[in-house]
């Protein structure tokens, strides 16, 4: 009878690493699913949050206001030729 009991307990040791080690793998996966579905949310949020900016951005209005700061740009570069032509000028 001993050794019957012995080979008996030994079996449900054995059972119960693997029932261990089981759970132990469920868990993980678990928590890696979670993880995973909070950052797919969070890039799910990025992408819409990107999307509702491009989508309200006027191109037109950019396009002019662009325009508008070359135009300037380019009439203080002349202004600024113009003195720097002056201030050689009267030094010489």
């Not at 307990?9 to 132990?24: F, L, M």
């Not at 990025?46 to 700061?69: G, I, N, Q």
């Not at 380019?74 to 003195?83: M, V, Y």
Request: hydrophobic share 40%; aromatic share 4%.
């Amino acid at each position: 009878m001993k050794h019957g009991f012995r080979e008996i307990t030994a079996q449900i040791k054995r059972e119960s690493r693997q029932v261990d080690g089981g759970v132990r793998a469920a868990r993980a996966i678990g928590l890696q699913l979670f993880d995973l579905r909070r950052r797919k949310s969070e890039a799910d949020q990025r992408v819409e949050k990107a999307r509702d900016r491009l989508e309200s951005v006027d191109v037109f209005a950019l396009r002019a206001e662009l325009e508008a700061a070359l135009a300037e740009q380019a009439g203080i570069d002349a202004k600024l030729s113009e003195l720097q032509g002056d201030s050689v000028l009267a030094a010489g």
